[in-house]
Each structure stands twice: as C-alpha cells, then as structure tokens.
C-alpha cells in the first residue's frame, strides 16, 4: 500500500544527542517536506526536496540538516539536541505541480530534556 | 506572496449543529486551495482541495467547501456535526509558482463538538 512513514513516533532524548528522524514513501513522489508543529501552532516549513541530491531551506530556520540520496528516503538530522527543539516534526511528500496535494506521515513528538 | 487567514482559532458546535470554518486567502495568482484535518497525535489528513474546477468542492466525511473569488474565502462547512468531528483543521494555499507546490498554511481551528 502507498504510503508515507516516519520514525520513531516519540522520542525522549537528552540535551546535545545526535538524533535521526526518519521517513520514507511508497508513493514515488519526487517532493518531499520537513514541518515543524508547535501544539496548536501553524506548520511550519524547515526543509524540502525536489528530488535526489536536491536539498533546500524553508521558511523557519532550523538547526536541522537533511539528505535525500533516494527518493524514497528523506532523513533529518539534528547533530546537537537541544529543548527549543522539542516539538512535532511532520515529514510530506507530493507530486510535482501546484495543484498537488500534500500527504502527511504521522509525525514524531520529540522531547529533549 | 500567498497567506491564508483562519479566522477563530477555537470554534465549538453541538452535535447536529452546523459546522463553519473560516478561511480567507491571499494568492498573487490563481490559488490551489486545501483544507486537511489532524487528529490527536497523528499527521494532516487531506478532506477536499480546490483546483479551479468546480467552485464547491465536496469531500469526505461530509464536509464541503466554496471557492469565492470575489471575498478570497474557502470556508469549510459540514450540515450536521458528529463527535468524530472533533480535531484540528487547517487551510492551506499553494504558491504555484516555480518553486513547486510549497503550501502556506493556516494557524489552524480547533473544533469542539460538544454532545
């Protein structure tokens, strides 16, 4: 089935821990989308990619790297976690064109004590 | 440049009672239009979008929505509430241009379905 996944849904972790989050989609979509969710806040928008090799900044600055070597596969790095990262990160991926819509994983809840 | 307003940040309804959610839109070109909902703990769900077809869109779980151009609005509307109704919903406009389709979002509505 066609989906889009991403792990773990909950993490705890300690302040300056080297976390990965990870997402994936069966979809074969060629974009894809990192948002950051405070609780009842807009998304907001920190990576996306067109396709393999192409990696580009959203709108909210993020301390967070990302890597799309498949086209699947669409990690998100956070080298040093700190609290201000505690939040929801919802990972998307679309078709190409405008009219397009977005499909959304899950999400995982992080904390960061 | 693309923004979506939502008007009412909490919005609280019977159960049976009429459902309307408010958006207003701001698009420097004809606007793709969305709305999804999100349960507790889960990720944005997709009810209906707007494409420039017809002007109301009808989606699932029996929520529809009207493209006016003319007052730059897409409320959301559902005849009779249900408590599964119950979540967060979120309007978004798609900025069409050559970057792709990057969403701009809504700061959501949180709808209460009171029994």
């Known amino acids: 089935e066609a989906d889009i996944y991403q792990t773990p849904r909950y993490l705890v972790i300690g302040t300056g821990k080297k976390i990965t989050l990870e997402c994936s989609q069966t979809m074969g979509h060629d974009k894809m989308y990192w948002y950051q969710q405070d609780p009842g806040m807009e998304l907001h928008l920190i990576h996306y990619?067109?396709?393999?090799?192409?990696?580009e900044k959203g709108d909210l600055s993020s301390e967070s790297t990302v890597s799309r070597i498949r086209t699947e596969h669409f990690p998100l790095t956070l080298e040093s976690a700190r609290p201000s990262h505690t939040s929801q990160y919802l990972c998307?991926?679309?078709?190409?064109?405008?009219?397009?819509?977005?499909?959304f994983g899950p999400g995982t809840r992080l904390t960061v004590t | 440049a693309q923004s979506v307003t939502q008007l009412g940040s909490h919005v609280s309804v019977s159960e049976g009672a009429l459902v309307l959610l408010r958006c207003n839109y701001s698009s420097s070109v004809p606007p793709y239009l969305f709305w999804y909902v999100q349960y507790p703990n889960q990720g944005l769900q997709l009810l209906l979008k707007y494409t420039s077809a017809a002007t109301l869109v009808k989606g699932i779980n029996g929520f529809e929505a009207e493209f006016k151009k003319s007052e730059t609005s897409f409320h959301l509307t559902k005849p009779s509430a249900h408590m599964s109704d119950a979540a967060e919903y979120f309007c978004?406009?798609?900025?069409?241009?050559?970057?792709?389709?990057?969403?701009?979002f809504g700061t959501g509505t949180s709808l209460t379905v009171i029994p």
């Open positions: 978004a406009v798609s900025d069409g241009g050559n970057t792709g389709n990057q969403f701009y």
């Open positions: 998307a991926s679309s078709e190409w064109g405008s009219s397009y819509e977005q499909y």
């Open positions: 990619s067109y396709g393999v090799n192409s990696t």
